[in-house]
């Protein structure tokens, strides 16, 4: 596979990815994302400017189609992200009810103990499946999502063929 079509492969939701490739695609984003703040900071450009909005898109487009192949290739479906994501907003809400119950306003006062406290316990569940995602087996056999991944850790499944249809 060519790099070019290994790079437009990492922006499509198909196929699969195995720990050693989200890990990493997940060091190479990082290293883009600084490598783009450095840029922009060294032109001081604020990172709210909006130029910095399609690196931002692109970032966050190919971490979530990282994490859809990570998810095929457990043989589960797009829609546990949507059910994670649901999960975390319930999670952060409650979290949130219990920080105002514990520390009052305080909780909502950046770099109080409350808001710390807060933070973390709001973003635990998010790194446990993170590590989650980094570090259980995918299925061992092609599913129907593709082929087990190859040595780069990514795997794409194989096209459709139409057959065409005989006329009466």
Known sequence: ??????????????????????????????????????????????????????????????????????????GLGGQWI????????????????????????EASVPGSPGFLAYAIASSAPLVLAAVYLHCVCGEPDENRFGPVPGPSGFSMPEPAVIMPTARA
């Open 1 to 74: 596979m060519s790099h070019t079509a290994f790079i437009l492969m990492l922006f499509s939701p198909k196929g699969r990815c195995n720990p050693c490739g989200l890990l990493k695609l997940a060091l190479v984003l990082l290293a883009l994302q600084a490598l783009a703040l450095a840029v922009f900071l060294a032109l001081d450009v604020p990172i709210e400017n909006p130029l910095f909005l399609p690196f931002k898109v692109a970032f966050l487009w190919l971490a979530a189609t990282a994490t859809l192949k990570r998810l095929h290739d457990l």
């Open 82 to 105: 949507v059910y994670a994501l649901l999960a975390t907003v319930l999670w952060t809400v409650v979290m949130g009810i219990f920080a105002l119950a514990l520390y009052g306003v």
